[in-house]
T-cell receptor
Framework: DSGVTQTPKHLITATGQRVTLRCSPR?????VYWYQQSLDQGLQFLIQ???????AKGNILERFSAQQFPDLHSELNLSSLELGDSALYFC????????????FGPGTRLTVT | GENVEQHPSTLSVQEGDSAVIKCTYS??????FPWYKQELGKRPQLIID?????GEKKDQRIAVTLNKTAKHFSLHITETQPEDSAVYFC????????????FGKGNQVVVIP
């Protein structure tokens, strides 16, 4: 167990809908990272927050947004869902701002039908 | 941006033999190189990492070597066991840069009992 928690574990929804994925980092970690894992694209970095502020941005679609709250948990919002958004979404946390020693949560499997 | 490639995509080894996975990276400014192990349906687990000021790092049966000149790094697993069967991902990142971990596509390692 990495200490990073994610909810829900599974999510099934229809195209056009909006969902929110939640992540709680390890105790003491200030950075949260979001990744998308699909079969053909591997692990793709989406976005990083450090202590409430956006720190780095990757291949995140405009339909997706995220935030980190004062208690350091983070939410990833996915809207206008398409079939291609079906994937595993992981969050990871680390102690500092840098990319070092990221510990992954168990993931949320999103299925868009 | 950084591009990381892994070879081979699939590796089968007899139990007790050694396994070596090699990754190449494109950005000479990258200075942090972690390896993650992912079992089917589970989260990626950080198993070892190396920074660019070190040429080799060992942790029990696993080791990582880094060749900055050739821009490649390798994971070595000795005395392989069935529980080593998993997908292994390498990644590269640059401190002070864009903070993102660029992952390779992953190697499936199968340990044959």
């Amino acid at each position: 167990d990495s200490g990073v928690t994610q909810t829900p574990k599974h999510l099934i929804t229809a195209t056009g809908q909006r969902v929110t994925l939640r992540c709680s980092p390890r105790s003491g970690d200030l950075s949260v990272y979001w990744y998308q894992q699909s079969l053909d694209q591997g692990l793709q970095f989406l976005i990083q927050y450090y202590n409430g502020e956006e720190r780095a941005k990757g291949n995140i679609l405009e339909r997706f947004s995220a935030q980190q709250f004062p208690d350091l948990h983070s939410e990833l919002n996915l809207s206008s869902l398409e079939l291609g958004d079906s994937a595993l979404y992981f969050c990871a946390s680390s102690a500092g701002q840098g990319p070092y020693e990221q510990y992954f949560g168990p993931g949320t499997r999103l299925t868009v039908t | 941006g950084e591009n990381v490639e892994q070879h081979p995509s699939t590796l089968s080894v007899q139990e007790g033999d050694s396994a070596v996975i090699k990754c190449t990276y494109s950005d000479s400014a990258s200075n942090y190189f972690p390896w993650y192990k992912q079992e089917l349906g589970k989260r990626p687990q950080l198993i070892i990492d190396i920074r660019s000021n070190v040429g080799e790092k060992k942790d029990q049966r696993i080791a990582v070597t880094l060749n900055k000149t050739a821009k490649h790094f390798s994971l070595h697993i000795t005395e392989t066991q069935p529980e080593d069967s998993a997908v292994y991902f390498c990644a590269a990142s640059q401190e002070g840069g864009n903070n993102r971990l660029a992952f390779g596509k992953g190697n499936q390692v199968v340990v044959i009992p």
